[in-house]
């Protein structure tokens, strides 16, 4: 006797209960049969994202600290003892300041390069001197990862550097 016609044959010998049961556990295997390896698959592709985005934001990390002078996202010790986030570098050195607690600063993954936050603009614009501390302040970030678009933005944070006002 064939498998079919045995386990057709061994179907009709059960309950009503039974065959229930029978037919969801039959379903989930040939469900997991048909779906594990596209699971599987977005699984690890899903590591292989995460893994690479990691290993971007430690190389920008570690650009950013052989930075030699004020960047986009470090933070200034005003004179009164705020902190602020510093939104836009200007090439004459002035700094614009961020405003509010929202300060998110843009990376580009790919390139490493900052730009503005997304911080109330305009907010005040300061020139003056500063010296590095050895300090560092959490600073929120975000990128599109793998091109512009729907559903590629991904937040992380990164460790700023804090300049004193002289």
Known sequence: MNAHIQ????????????????????LNGIVEELFSPVIVEKEQHAKRVF????????????????EDSIVVGDW???????YRMVAEKY??????????????????????????TYSGIPAEIIDGEFILSDEVREGKCWSFLHG???????DFNLNFRVWMEK
């Open 76 to 82: 200034l010790l005003l004179k009164d003892g705020t």
């Open 7 to 26: 386990q057709s044959f061994n179907i009709k010998c059960l309950t009503d209960i039974e065959q229930e049961v029978f037919n969801i556990n039959r």
């Open 148 to 154: 512009v678009g729907i559903n590629k933005g991904v």
């Open 91 to 116: 090439s004459d050195s002035s700094v614009q300041l961020a405003t509010g607690r929202g300060h998110y600063c843009h990376v580009s993954i790919d390139s490493g390069k900052f730009c503005s």
């Open 51 to 66: 893994s690479d985005l990691v290993s971007k934001i430690f190389q920008i990390q570690d650009a950013l600290n052989k």
